[in-house]
């Protein structure tokens, strides 16, 4: 009796064994690229219930930020393959920016030979049109001789990709809705876009300091402190025949109380 127990029990664990290692199986085939192809999507699109928008701004960096690159990874099914293989990535009619002027690939949309999680290179020019306007760079993937666009998802949000971009930055709540906007209008001066751009490049400061509303009031030796030596910076500069114009062409000053 014992032995034909001992026998029963080994035979329910070894048929455990292989249905645990069945369903394993399973799962690693049930992806079959002789017979669908490999399929090429957006990777970021595999946990995101919307359209994959990334909005690149240039509205709160400072004087010397001129470009930004924008690293967009595309992933395919299947095995990696001994050679590069080229998708097909489309401009839709929803792009607004201009090739080579507002953004430029820095390479060919293609999976190098032994990946299959790849980088598409964009760099994103700053340009003076963007303080008043944004522009879109709608991406769409397209079936091409080497990949199909077959993945199982009625949305397709796996095959589209939009990239914003603009340089616009509202007005700084110090000088509008601050407990300290009285003190920065008389130290940082008439509030000037270009004059915040340089002084967050000049000082040094977070954006946070001049445009997030929930951080803490700057002090009044922050405002005193800064102004003085903005005051300075600008008088060195002006002197060695280097001018800073505001957007109105205007030169750039600080307040009545910062000399």
Same mark, same amino acid.
């Given at each position: 009796?014992? +032995?034909?127990? !001992? #026998?029963?029990?080994?035979?329910?664990v070894?048929?455990?064994?292989?249905?645990?290692?069945?369903?394993?199986? !399973?799962?690693?085939?049930?992806?079959?690229?002789?017979? +669908?192809? $490999?399929?090429?999507?957006?990777? &970021?699109?595999?946990?995101?219930?919307?359209?994959?928008?990334?909005? @690149?701004?240039?509205?709160?960096?400072?004087?010397?930020?001129? *470009?930004?690159?924008?690293? @967009?990874?595309?992933?395919?099914?299947?095995?990696?393959? +001994?050679?590069?293989?080229?998708?097909?990535?489309?401009? /839709? *009619?929803?792009?607004?920016?201009?090739?080579?002027?507002?953004?430029?690939?820095?390479?060919?949309?293609?999976?190098?030979?032994?990946?299959?999680?790849?980088?598409?290179?964009?760099? @994103?020019?700053?340009?003076? *049109? =963007?303080?008043?306007?944004?522009?879109?760079?709608?991406?769409?993937?397209? &079936?091409?001789?080497?990949? /199909?666009?077959?993945?199982?998802?009625?949305?397709?949000?796996?095959?589209?990709?939009?990239?914003?971009?603009? *340089?616009?930055?509202?007005?700084?709540?110090?000088? /509008? /809705? $601050?407990?300290?906007?009285?003190?920065?209008?008389?130290?940082?001066?008439?509030?000037?876009?270009?004059?915040?751009?340089? =002084?967050?490049?000049?000082?040094?400061?977070?954006?946070?300091?001049?445009?997030?509303t929930?951080?803490?009031?700057?002090?009044?030796?922050?405002v005193?402190?800064? $102004?003085?030596? =903005?005051?300075?910076? #600008?008088?060195?500069?002006?002197?060695?025949?280097?001018? %800073?114009?505001? &957007?109105?062409?205007?030169?750039?000053? =600080?307040?009545? %109380?910062?000399?």
């Amino acid at each position: 009796m014992y +032995n034909r127990n !001992k #026998l029963s029990i080994t035979l329910i664990v070894a048929t455990l064994v292989l249905a645990t290692w069945s369903c394993k199986k !399973k799962d690693l085939t049930l992806y079959d690229e002789t017979a +669908n192809g $490999s399929s090429v999507y957006f990777k &970021e699109a595999i946990n995101a219930k919307t359209q994959l928008i990334k909005t @690149i701004s240039f509205g709160y960096e400072g004087y010397s930020v001129k *470009d930004s690159i924008v690293a @967009i990874p595309v992933a395919v099914t299947g095995y990696p393959s +001994n050679q590069d293989r080229p998708f097909k990535l489309k401009l /839709t *009619d929803a792009t607004t920016a201009i090739a080579n002027h507002h953004y430029a690939f820095l390479r060919e949309p293609v999976i190098r030979a032994g990946r299959v999680v790849d980088t598409l290179l964009l760099k @994103i020019n700053r340009t003076a *049109d =963007m303080t008043t306007t944004q522009f879109a760079i709608d991406l769409l993937l397209e &079936e091409n001789e080497t990949f /199909t666009t077959r993945l199982v998802d009625p949305t397709k949000i796996y095959l589209k990709y939009t990239v914003l971009v603009d *340089d616009i930055a509202g007005i700084s709540h110090l000088w /509008t /809705t $601050s407990v300290r906007a009285t003190a920065v209008l008389s130290y940082f001066g008439t509030y000037s876009r270009k004059k915040v751009d340089l =002084m967050l490049e000049v000082l040094k400061l977070d954006p946070a300091f001049f445009y997030d509303t929930s951080a803490t009031a700057p002090t009044v030796t922050q405002v005193l402190s800064y $102004s003085r030596y =903005m005051f300075y910076w #600008l008088n060195k500069e002006a002197a060695e025949g280097r001018i %800073y114009l505001d &957007e109105k062409g205007e030169v750039i000053k =600080m307040g009545q %109380y910062a000399g």
